[in-house]
């Protein structure tokens, strides 16, 4: 331990002697069709492609300062012939200016800032997010760029998509796990199926939003849905109905919900929308065992709301189904029986007013004459 220590020290003073003599003498060199003036990425290497390369903070944490040279010239940005410099503008030769954080997060919380310069539209969308807010907020370990893309070693995000989650799972493990198991996550992590949403598809990616900063993002959530449920092509690949949604937007619940958004669309609503019943981020197909609108489940979850529902109680509401001559056909006849009866009713009845004032206004007439 002692021993390596030692070595990890005596290499990077090594690379200091050597590299200052370089440095003495600042080249202009030309990086990827910009002039920079600075440092080439070997020099910088020569002290930094050393691993277990260390030194330590203000506040005692270590701050691990090795830089591959393969893994960054694998990246996105050494394929691209992004120089160290390029980034580090603050760097162009050694002794470094000070460190310009106490601790390891404050470090990363100053550092990520680099990445505006080129990404500027990137950085601007993430100043809305709730991450920021909860920055804003004190919450350090709220994500910014390096959390979520690394630093040396960035690839192109959407290689594999499967990939994606897993950018998330480092700080929300639990919602992981459950998403995972989920009918969108088993698909999209186990067999990469580009249909199902990943979290950024629901959430958004820089200006990512979530209910505890969004007020309405609850009440809107049945729209995320929409997106894919509401499609009806994409469905039909599944089997699955699109009605699910124009019969939502019909119920009672959904009508509820519905006019509420347009009036007061920053409140919450005790009417649910899709994931209440459904769940969020662990919703299975409807006939999973697991699933909390399986018939044996579906009782605890109307409950949440309606305490005193009895065995009976989801039989009350028709789901999602459109009465049918198969699918609750005694509240299709009885709805075809009031269709037919209602006009019937109402057009004899008007016949019937209509004959009699004729007759009392002929008899009038007749009376006079
Ligand atoms: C002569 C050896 C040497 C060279 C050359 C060198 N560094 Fe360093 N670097 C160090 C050492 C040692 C540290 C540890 C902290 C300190 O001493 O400043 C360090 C720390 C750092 C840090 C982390 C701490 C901080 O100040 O943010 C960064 C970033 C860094 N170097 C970037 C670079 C870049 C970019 C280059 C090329 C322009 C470069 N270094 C060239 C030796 C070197
Ligand atoms: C795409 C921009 C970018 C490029 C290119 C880049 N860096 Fe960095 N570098 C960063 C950022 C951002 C950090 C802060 C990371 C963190 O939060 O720990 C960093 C941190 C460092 C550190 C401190 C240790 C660490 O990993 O946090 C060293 C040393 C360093 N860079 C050296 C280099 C060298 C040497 C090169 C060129 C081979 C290079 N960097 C290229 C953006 C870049
Ligand atoms: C000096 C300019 C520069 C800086 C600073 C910079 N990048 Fe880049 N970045 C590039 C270039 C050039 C590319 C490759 C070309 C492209 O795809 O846009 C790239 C590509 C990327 C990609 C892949 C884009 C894609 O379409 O697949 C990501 C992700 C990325 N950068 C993130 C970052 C992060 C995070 C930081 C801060 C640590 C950063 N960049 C700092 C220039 C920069
Ligand atoms: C919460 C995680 C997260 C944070 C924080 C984040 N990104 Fe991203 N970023 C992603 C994801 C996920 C994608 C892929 C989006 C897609 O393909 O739909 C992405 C895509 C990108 C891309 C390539 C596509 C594009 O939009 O150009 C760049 C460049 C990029 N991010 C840069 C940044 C920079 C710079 C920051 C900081 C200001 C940042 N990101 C912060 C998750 C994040
Ligand atoms: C199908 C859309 C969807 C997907 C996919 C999704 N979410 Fe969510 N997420 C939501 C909705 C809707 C809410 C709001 C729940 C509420 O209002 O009760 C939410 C809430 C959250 C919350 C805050 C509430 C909590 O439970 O802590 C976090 C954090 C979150 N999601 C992260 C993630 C992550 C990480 C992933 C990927 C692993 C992900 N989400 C995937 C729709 C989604
Ligand atoms: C570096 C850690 C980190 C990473 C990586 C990260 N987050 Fe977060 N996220 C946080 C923290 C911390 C909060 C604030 C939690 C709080 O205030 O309760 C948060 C909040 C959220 C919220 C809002 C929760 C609410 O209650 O409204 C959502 C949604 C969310 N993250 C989604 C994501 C997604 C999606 C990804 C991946 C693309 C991701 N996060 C990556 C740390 C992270
Ligand atoms: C990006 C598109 C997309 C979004 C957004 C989306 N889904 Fe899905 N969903 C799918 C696909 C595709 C399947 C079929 C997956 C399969 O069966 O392999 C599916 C399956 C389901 C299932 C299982 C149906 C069955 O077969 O029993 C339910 C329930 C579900 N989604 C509810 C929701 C809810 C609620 C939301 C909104 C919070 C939502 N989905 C958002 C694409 C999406
Ligand atoms: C998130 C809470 C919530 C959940 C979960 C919920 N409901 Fe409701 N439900 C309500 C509210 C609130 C009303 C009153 C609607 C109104 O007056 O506009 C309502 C009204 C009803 C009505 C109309 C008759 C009445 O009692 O007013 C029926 C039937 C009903 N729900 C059935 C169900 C069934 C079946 C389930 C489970 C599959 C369920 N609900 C789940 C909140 C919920
Ligand atoms: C009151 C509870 C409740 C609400 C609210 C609700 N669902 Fe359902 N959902 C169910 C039940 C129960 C089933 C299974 C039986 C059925 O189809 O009615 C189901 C079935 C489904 C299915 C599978 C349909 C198929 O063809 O296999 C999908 C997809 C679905 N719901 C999506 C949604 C979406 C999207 C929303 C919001 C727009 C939503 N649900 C709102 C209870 C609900």
Same mark, same amino acid.
């Given at each position: 331990?002692?021993?390596?220590?030692?070595?990890?020290?005596?290499?990077?003073?090594?690379?200091?002697?050597?590299t200052t003599i370089v440095l003495m003498t600042p080249?202009?060199?030309?990086?990827?069709?910009?002039?920079?003036?600075?440092?080439?990425?070997?020099?910088?290497?020569?002290?930094?492609?050393?691993?277990?390369?260390?030194?330590?903070?203000?506040?005692?944490?270590?701050?691990?300062?090795?830089?591959?040279?393969?893994?960054? %010239?694998? $990246?996105? +940005?050494?394929?691209?012939?992004?120089? @160290?410099?390029? !980034? =580090?503008? &603050?760097?162009?030769g050694y002794?470094?200016?000070?460190?310009?954080?106490?601790?390891?997060?404050?470090?990363?919380?100053?550092?990520?800032?680099?990445?505006?310069?080129?990404?500027?539209?990137?950085?601007?969308?993430?100043?809305?997010?709730?991450?920021?807010?909860?920055?804003?907020?004190?919450?350090?370990?709220?994500?910014?760029?390096?959390?979520?893309?690394?630093?040396?070693?960035?690839?192109?995000?959407?290689?594999?998509?499967?990939?994606?989650?897993?950018?998330?799972?480092?700080?929300?493990?639990?919602?992981?796990?459950?998403?995972?198991?989920?009918?969108?996550?088993?698909?999209?992590?186990?067999?990469?199926?580009?249909?199902?949403?990943?979290?950024?598809?629901?959430?958004?990616?820089?200006?990512?939003?979530?209910?505890?900063? %969004?007020? $309405?993002? +609850?009440?809107?959530?049945?729209?995320? @849905?929409?997106? !894919? =449920?509401? &499609?009806?092509?994409?469905?039909?690949?599944?089997?699955?109905?699109?009605?699910?949604?124009?019969?939502?937007?019909?119920?009672?619940?959904?009508?509820?919900?519905?006019?509420?958004?347009?009036?007061?669309?920053?409140?919450?609503?005790?009417?649910?929308?899709?994931?209440?019943?459904?769940?969020?981020?662990?919703?299975?197909?409807?006939?999973?065992?697991?699933?909390?609108?399986?018939?044996?489940?579906?009782?605890?979850?109307?409950?949440?709301?309606?305490?005193?529902?009895?065995?009976?109680?989801?039989?009350?509401?028709?789901?999602?189904?459109?009465?049918?001559?198969?699918?609750?056909?005694?509240?299709?006849?009885?709805?075809?029986?009031?269709?037919?009866?209602?006009?019937?009713?109402?057009?004899?009845?008007?016949?019937?007013?209509? %004959?009699?004032?004729?007759?009392?206004?002929?008899?009038?007439?007749?009376?006079?004459?």
């Open positions: 331990m002692e021993e390596s220590l030692k070595q990890s020290r005596i290499i990077p003073i090594l690379g200091i002697i050597i080249l202009d060199i030309t990086l990827a069709g910009e002039e920079v003036p600075g440092v080439a990425d070997e020099t910088c290497l020569s002290c930094h492609d050393f691993p277990g390369m260390r030194t330590t903070l203000a506040s005692g944490e270590v701050l691990y300062t090795a830089v591959d040279s393969v893994t960054h %010239a694998t $990246s996105v +940005h050494g394929r691209a012939g992004t120089a @160290c410099v390029q !980034c =580090h503008t &603050d760097i162009d002794p470094h200016r000070e460190i310009p954080a106490a601790t390891r997060r404050e470090y990363t919380l100053v550092m990520y800032k680099l990445c505006e310069r080129c990404h500027h539209s990137n950085y601007e969308a993430t100043m809305d997010s709730t991450h920021q807010k909860s920055l804003a907020e004190g919450n350090k370990e709220a994500a910014v760029c390096t959390d979520c893309h690394g630093v040396h070693n960035i690839q192109e995000p959407e290689t594999p998509r499967s990939n994606k989650p897993k950018m998330c799972a480092r700080c929300h493990s639990a919602i992981f796990t459950a998403y995972e198991s989920s009918v969108h996550g088993a698909d999209l992590i186990g067999e990469g199926n580009p249909d199902v949403p990943t979290c950024t598809d629901c959430h958004g990616v820089h200006n990512l939003q979530g209910p505890s900063t %969004a007020e $309405s993002f +609850h009440l809107f959530s049945p729209e995320i @849905c929409a997106e !894919c =449920h509401a &499609d009806k092509e994409l469905m039909e690949r599944y089997g699955i109905s699109t009605q699910v949604f124009d019969t939502y937007i019909a119920d009672f619940h959904g009508t509820t919900v519905v006019l509420f958004e347009k009036i007061a669309p920053d409140q919450e609503t005790n009417k649910p929308v899709c994931i209440d019943c459904h769940g969020v981020h662990d919703m299975r197909q409807v006939d999973d065992p697991e699933s909390y609108v399986m018939k044996k489940n579906l009782l605890g979850t109307c409950k949440k709301c309606h305490p005193d529902a009895t065995v009976n109680f989801p039989t009350s509401w028709l789901g999602h189904y459109k009465p049918s001559p198969t699918e609750a056909p005694l509240v299709y006849f009885v709805d075809l029986f009031y269709k037919i009866i209602t006009p019937v009713t109402i057009g004899g009845m008007v016949v019937f007013i209509g %004959a009699d004032v004729a007759q009392k206004v002929s008899k009038k007439r007749g009376g006079r004459k």
